[in-house]
């Protein structure tokens, strides 16, 4: 079972960016789809990017042009590069990781998960 840790979240003015990493432990990442979820208060959890491991990325509509997810499979881990940041971006981002090859946009899609980092942009 892989371990997910997320860093790189905090408070940022409309218009910044945050660079979100996910690290992961106990199996390479090389063979799983990875993906970036947030959650706002009183909202559902939501998709907002992945990659599968043929480095294939998809996007959320609300964030194509702005967020890029990368993956360095060398240091195991997963990046969300966030420019041009909005205070609709304000959640809680969450990494997960799934063994199937197409990415799911639902929560349930994944089977392993991070405890969470949080993004506040102010406006």
């Known amino acids: 079972q892989v371990q997910l840790v997320e860093s790189g979240g905090g408070l940022v003015q409309a218009g910044g960016s945050l660079r979100l990493s996910c690290a992961a432990s106990g199996r390479t990442i090389s063979r799983l789809s990875m993906g970036w979820f947030r959650q706002a208060p009183g909202k559902e959890r939501e998709f907002v990017t992945g990659?599968?491991?043929?480095?294939?990325?998809y996007y959320a509509d609300s964030v194509k042009g702005r967020f890029t997810i990368s993956r360095d499979n060398t240091k195991n881990t997963v990046y969300l590069q966030m420019n041009s940041l909005k205070p609709e971006d304000t959640a809680v981002y969450y990494c997960?990781?799934?063994?199937?090859?197409?990415?799911?946009?639902?929560?349930?899609?994944?089977?392993?998960w991070g405890q969470g980092t949080q993004v506040t942009v102010s406006s």
């Open positions: 997960a990781a799934s063994s199937m090859f197409n990415i799911v946009v639902t929560p349930n899609g994944f089977g392993a």
């Open positions: 990659i599968n491991w043929s480095d294939t990325t």
